[in-house]
């Protein structure tokens, strides 16, 4: 994680500094954000995984967005997967995930370039279905999260985080 901080440009997207990394964990955001041990050899996922995790800070200042945000992308995708390797863990989950991935694809995007970024998505176990939304339903996704203030532009060094 710290070869990953002095390489790229990160504070922009910082919005906790206490992170714990543990071995057979599942990565989560809070109450701690929490990293495992499973990337330590693969740093472009790793730091997927980081900016993830940040942006569920983010998206949790903006709540009342994010819940505006999520009625849109309901109307936009009536149904959403559940579970398993396509979806989160329940119905609300799967359309936040649209929020955060966006945000974390485009972040990689930045960093990495498109094509390493596309790479570290779509090859993820989890959220399949949410990733290739985020890949291929920009135009869909995009123009949400701008009108409720949730893009990366309004992620960058917000104020209020």
């Not at 002095?6 to 206490?18: A, G, M, N, S, V």
């Not at 339903?137 to 203030?149: G, M, N, Q, T, Y």
Request: charged share 30%; glycine share 4%.
């Amino acid at each position: 994680m710290e070869r990953l901080l002095e390489r790229y440009d990160l504070d922009r997207w910082i919005y906790t500094r206490e992170v714990i990394i543990r071995s057979f964990v599942v990565p989560h955001s809070h109450p701690v954000l929490t990293l495992n041990t499973r990337q330590l050899d693969d740093d472009d996922g790793l730091l997927g995984t980081f900016l993830h995790e940040q942006f569920h800070w983010f998206e949790s200042s903006r709540r009342e967005f994010a819940e505006q945000a999520i009625a849109e992308f309901r109307r936009i995708y009536p149904e959403v997967p559940v579970g398993g390797t396509e979806g989160a863990t329940n119905e609300r989950s799967s359309y936040l995930h649209l929020i955060i991935c966006t945000l974390e694809f485009d972040a990689l995007a930045q960093l990495l370039g498109r094509d390493r970024a596309t790479r570290v998505v779509c090859a993820r176990p989890y959220y399949r279905w949410v990733y290739r939304r985020v890949t291929e339903d920009e135009a869909k996704i995009k123009p949400v999260l701008e009108r409720h203030s949730l893009s990366l532009e309004h992620a960058t060094k917000a104020e209020d985080c």
